[in-house]
């Protein structure tokens, strides 16, 4: 997701967020069958009431009753481990690039999209499979840390 530099502090914001379910989650939402339910976490700009519209007039069901911090059942945090890890193998000299510069930025963020974009589908696969199973596990642990 870009950056907002009409936001404060040139973060991500709602409006590019909105742009991001409108362009991508929305299209293949349409082709699931009924009853898959949309997960995120509690950050701000998800739990504005522009972005809860948007689900409510998509008629996109998200799971309610999701904890705060459950790291435990955010499978992406999975992916990015991966990703990290390919962008170290291919790109080790932008990832020791400690610079602030818009330049450095860039490098870097070209070179995320050229590791995200080589990520087996095989990974993703075998992630959203785990949810069963992270899932019991994280209600067994009352809400605790699991193996996950």
Not at 25 to 40: C, E, M, R
Not at 47 to 69: A, M, T
């Amino acid at each position: 997701m870009d950056r907002d530099f009409e936001s404060k502090k040139h973060r991500y914001s709602a409006n590019l967020y909105l742009e991001i379910l409108d362009g991508e989650l929305k299209p293949q939402y349409d082709q699931l069958d009924l009853g898959y339910k949309f997960i995120q976490d509690n950050a701000s700009i998800y739990c504005i009431y522009k972005v809860r519209d948007w689900f409510i007039n998509n008629g996109i069901i998200q799971l309610e009753d999701w904890p705060p911090y459950s790291l435990d059942l955010n499978l992406i945090k999975h992916i990015w481990w991966h990703l990290k890890t390919r962008v170290v193998e291919i790109f080790l000299e932008v990832t020791k690039d400690k610079s602030e510069s818009e330049d450095a930025r860039q490098r870097l963020e070209s070179c995320l999209q050229a590791a995200w974009d080589i990520l087996d589908q095989g990974l993703f696969n075998n992630i959203g499979a785990s949810i069963g199973r992270r899932i019991a596990a994280y209600i067994a642990a009352k809400g605790w840390h699991t193996k996950y």
